[in-house]
């Protein structure tokens, strides 16, 4: 397994549970009709605060346990990887923000829409990560 | 002798390549080795061994430099 691809990993599993946990509660919370109760704009501020340590302290590990045994700078093959997980993202993160503006325009809460905005951004980045793995996996 | 496996015959690139062979004769180079010279991971060269992924222009060459042949010693378009 190559260091970018030990990255990858380390920055998918460290970012994922913390928001996978928050957002599971929110879905669950606005599933129950308790929506508006349960979200709060402080509650995703802690969650993506201690997505955000977690995700540096695990890939500072992975960093430092491989250090000297390759580089972040992308060769050309890892460059097109990159670039089809960048383009996938970009498509999810323009339907999440449409979708948004269009919860705007029906007049739902702030609290939901600034939840569904930041989900679609973890979401998008997600997708970048699977992608990327899943190309590094697949040898192209 | 050419070496281009691949699983998905969809990934399968349009010509064969003899890098594994060349490495042999080079002393036994490792992918890895191979990689440090082209400037490309030891993953890129795997999958270029293997018929994966089609290298840019520049890296076909700079492979073949590595070995001293000319280009189409080292990749072979596969005809029909």
Known sequence: MSFREKILWATLISGTAPYLWYFGSAGLALAAGNGDTSLSIGGLV???FVG????????????????GRGSMIPDEREHRIESRGISISYHMLCTGVVLTIGAAWMGWSIVIIVHMITFTFILAELTRLIVEIYGLRRGY | MAFAVAT????QTPFTNDIRTLRFLAGEMT??????????????IAAIEQG??????????RIA??????????????QD
């Open chain 1, 52 to 67: 955000l340590i977690v995700m540096i302290v695990a890939v500072v590990v992975v960093a430092v346990a491989n250090r």
């Open chain 1, 46 to 48: 802690n969650a993506l």
């Open chain 2, 8 to 11: 998905d015959p969809m990934a």
């Open chain 2, 52 to 61: 994966k992924y089609s290298p840019s222009l520049e890296v076909a060459f």
């Open chain 2, 31 to 44: 992918q890895g080795d191979l990689g440090d010279k082209v400037g490309v991971t030891r993953q890129t």
């Open chain 2, 65 to 78: 430099h590595v070995f001293g042949k000319p280009l189409e010693a080292v990749f072979q378009w596969q």
